[in-house]
T-cell receptor
Framework: DTGVSQDPRHKITKRGQNVTFRCDPI?????LYWYRQTLGQGPEFLTY????????KSRLLSDRFSAERPKGSFSTLEIQRTEQGDSAMYLC????????????FGPGTRLTVL | QKEVEQDPGPLSVPEGAIVSLNCTYSNSAFQYFMWYRQYSRKGPELLMY????GNKEDGRFTAQVDKSSKYISLFIRDSQPSDSATYLC?????????FGTGTRLQVFP
């Protein structure tokens, strides 16, 4: 078991561009979560999937954000028309169905919007 | 009022000291309480979790929950320079985690 992986690890983009991040969860985990972390703050919940179904979205997830998990395995998070305020660490986590309190995080994707 | 409050520190202690990290939370319905460790520019790493009140020990780490006062603690015994990191407390709320801001800990030799 290699743990949760995320790609890319770093992304620098210009304001207005679209970016997409990928997350590969622990293979036997049904649930996959996205969080966002800004400097000096704890991670904040964005959305989560159970298999391929997106079950909850935070009000932090504006219309410019979309997440998918088409085959119930890996997930992508896309941000359209990026803004400087989108600069943050985007974290993915996964858990089993019964163990949603024990979420295992990936290394994160650090996004910088210029 | 934030649902989970945590002093951001920084907390600086000498090697070998006992470290006490604390959080408070607002909702008495929370049942699971987690501690994560996060090194600079890395993802959070789950250290341990506690269900309801009581203590849980894992090596040099002890997690404690007092539901009557809505207080969560993490104690680190015989602290090492490698323990230098940010420690995040979190509560489990209907499938998602709510985190505190994290406390930055530095253990100097």
């Amino acid at each position: 078991d290699t743990g949760v992986s995320q790609d890319p690890r770093h992304k620098i983009t210009k304001r207005g561009q679209n970016v997409t991040f990928r997350c590969d969860p622990i293979s036997e985990h049904n649930r996959l979560y996205w969080y966002r972390q800004t400097l000096g703050q704890g991670p904040e919940f964005l959305t989560y999937f159970q298999n391929e179904a997106q079950l909850e979205k935070s009000r932090l997830l504006s219309d410019r954000f979309s997440a998918e998990r088409p085959k119930g395995s890996f997930s992508t998070l896309e941000i359209q028309r990026t803004e400087q305020g989108d600069s943050a660490m985007y974290l993915c986590a996964s858990s089993s169905l019964q163990g949603s309190h024990t979420q295992y995080f990936g290394p994160g994707t650090r996004l910088t919007v210029l | 009022q934030k649902e989970v409050e945590q002093d951001p520190g920084p907390l600086s202690v000498p090697e070998g000291a006992i470290v006490s990290l604390n959080c408070t939370y607002s909702n008495s319905a929370f049942q699971y309480f987690m501690w994560y460790r996060q090194y600079s520019r890395k993802g959070p790493e789950l250290l341990m979790y506690t269900y309801s009140s009581g203590n849980k020990e894992d090596g040099r780490f002890t997690a404690q929950v007092d539901k009557s006062s809505k207080y969560i603690s993490l104690f680190i015994r015989d602290s090492q320079p490698s323990d230098s990191a940010t420690y995040l407390c979190a509560v489990h709320n209907t499938d998602k985690l709510i985190f505190g801001t994290g406390t930055r800990l530095q253990v100097f030799p």
